[in-house]
Every structure is written in C-alpha cells, then in structure tokens.
C-alpha cells in the first residue's frame, strides 16, 4: 500500500471516529475548572507579591441594600478573595443610602495605598445614579472596567482594565484554541456590563461581529450564521436549537432562576442547553461556564491593578 493511500485510510477512520463523538458529545467549556487553575496561579502570584512588597493586593466591594443574588456574589467575591490572599476592604450600605455617602467611600477608597481594585456591585437602588458613582471611581483602580476611559481603551485596542465578564468569555476562548479570526460572530444583547465589550474584544481578535437585541428583526436569521454565539440577554430559553448554527461555539452568559418541574429553584443561562449542546461545537455550562470565570478576572484584574502602582 503506498503512503498517500495508507494516509487516505487513515484519514477517513479518523472522521467516522470524530464525527459521532463531536454530535453527541459537544466539548464544554469548562469554566469552573480553568477557574480554579487561574486562581491557583493567582495565589501564588499573590504570596510573592505580598514577601516582595510587604502588603497583599487589596479590593474593596461596594453593595448597597439587601438584593439576594448581589449579596450572593458580593460572598462569592468576597471568599475568592480569602483563598488567593487579596485584602477586603468591602462596605455595605442600607437601601437607602445617599449618593453623597457612598461618593465619599469612593474618594476615600480612591486616596487608600492599601486599596487596589474599588467596585459597586449593580444594580443598585433606582434613587441613586450609578453612572455617576462608575465615573468617581479611579479609573487604575476601576477592576470592573467600566469607567469610561477603559471603556475607551478597549475601543482603541488599547491595554487596560477589561470588564470581567467579556474578559473571562476571552480567557475561555483562548484556553481552548478557538480561533476567532474571520469568524462570524454573533453578540445577543447590548448591555455595557457584557454585550458592548465582548463584541468590542471579539472585534479586536478579528472576528466579524454583529450584535443583536431586542429590537433586532429576524434574529433567528442572525444567530444561525454565527460560528461563535454569545447570549447576554437574561432571558431563560431565549436561544433554541433551530436558531443555531450546526457546530458553532456557543456562549451562554445569562443567569437565570427559574422554577422547575419539580418545582425546584434551579439555575438555567440563556440557551436551551440539552437541546443546543446535541448541535454545537463548544458550549458553556451554567452553572460552572462563564459566571466562575467573572469572578476570576476580578480578583486577576485586582492583581493587575496592584503590579502596575509596584512597577
Ligand atoms: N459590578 C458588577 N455587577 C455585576 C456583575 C459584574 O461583573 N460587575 N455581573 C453580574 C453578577 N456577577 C458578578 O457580579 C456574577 C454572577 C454569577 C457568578 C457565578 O459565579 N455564577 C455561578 C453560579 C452561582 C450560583 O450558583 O448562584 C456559575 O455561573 O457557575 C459570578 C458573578 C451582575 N452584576
Ligand atoms: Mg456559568
């Protein structure tokens, strides 16, 4: 048999054998285990920052009232935290805090050596104007990106402190080698938490974007050239298979509580999952996809933010 047939062979058994895998076992992207590998990293980062400097990297996280599910991450962010050696220096404030109370914990942050990374966690009440309060925050120490001079720099391209959750959507492209250049890129929702910056990274690693929303005629239309989809609408089953591309890479942001069948509370993202992870590629789990992977960016931005004031 000569080479080129041998390789022919060889070829068409490696397809029949990785093509029914590939449908039926789509590949998660596993955000709770490249989570725990960064935070890991991060810890060690953090000791030696800390012998070498004399102090750990510090964060502090601004809440206000009593939100159930804020509380539950501002804990989740908190004990992140704990586990990879950064400082809290987080404040809560009752629902009706006053705007001038929380801009004076701001500059007061702003001016602290000990303080790194400073972040309101939204929503916050509807008395109070978070726009504002974004803009008081230092923007070297603005860990969630959202001042608008990061803002800025990341439409110039730019290096500077990303929003997390696009941040972590990225790190979870790059660690399993999706190569996004000349991709079509599909962005559902606009939010400037999400929507706005990941399209804006995705455009900055040559992918073609589109983004889509609420008002967008035909989106079914849209979302089935996408190669790499993003839902960040917080909508539970808003993206059904039939809206899906066969093997696309799937990203699924949403958060949602919803009660089951069983009548239970049960976390579910934007994506018909059972039934979109039988046609794609890639996709994120929730929990354990994209939301871990936010929490993580936060403590690395604090980290950044750190080394750059020790540089
Ligand atoms: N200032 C900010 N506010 C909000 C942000 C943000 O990035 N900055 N994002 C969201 C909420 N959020 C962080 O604040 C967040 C949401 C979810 C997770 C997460 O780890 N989810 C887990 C499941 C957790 C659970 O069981 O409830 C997962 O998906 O596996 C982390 C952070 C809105 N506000
Ligand atoms: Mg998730």
């Given amino acids: 048999m000569s080479d080129t047939t041998a390789r022919k062979i060889i070829k068409v058994l490696m397809i029949s054998l990785t ?15 490249l989570a725990q590998r960064i935070q890991d990293q991060l810890k060690a980062e953090v000791e030696r920052l800390k012998s070498t400097y004399g102090r750990p990297p510090g964060l502090a996280v601004l809440m206000v009232g009593d939100h159930p599910a804020s509380a ?4 989740n962010k908190e004990r992140a935290c704990t586990k990879v050696g950064i400082a809290s220096f987080g404040q809560h404030f009752p629902a009706d805090v006053s705007q001038s109370e929380i801009e004076q914990t701001i500059d007061r942050l702003n001016q602290d050596p000990n303080v790194d990374g400073i972040l309101l966690q939204l929503p916050v009440p509807a008395h109070l104007n978070a726009v504002y309060l974004l803009h008081k925050i230092d923007p070297d120490k603005d860990v969630d990106g959202l001042h608008p001079l990061n803002l800025g720099r990341l439409l110039r391209g730019e290096r500077g402190l990303q929003s997390c959750t696009p941040a972590g959507v990225m790190r979870l492209l790059r660690e399993y080698r999706i190569d996004l250049k000349g991709k079509n890129a599909v962005v559902v929702g606009r939010s400037i938490l999400v929507g706005k910056p990941i399209a804006l990274m995705l455009l900055e690693a040559d992918a073609t974007v589109t983004i889509a929303h609420s008002r967008t005629k ?32 799937v990203i699924d942001v949403g958060i949602n509580r919803v009660i089951d069948a069983q009548g239970k509370s049960r976390l579910v993202g934007d994506v018909d999952f059972d039934a979109v992870r039988e046609m794609s590629q890639f996709i994120t789990p929730v929990p354990g996809g994209v939301g871990p992977m936010t929490v993580t960016m936060l403590l690395q931005n604090t980290v950044f933010s750190y080394t750059r004031t020790h540089s």
């Fill in 72 to 75: 539950a991450y501002v804990r």
């Fill in 218 to 249: 035909n989106l079914a239309e849209l979302t089935r050239q996408a190669d790499i989809l993003i839902a960040a609408v917080g909508r539970p089953n808003l993206i059904t298979a039939d809206q899906v591309k066969p093997n696309a890479i």
């Fill in 19 to 33: 093509l029914p895998m590939k449908s039926v076992y789509p590949q998660l992207l596993d955000g709770k285990a």
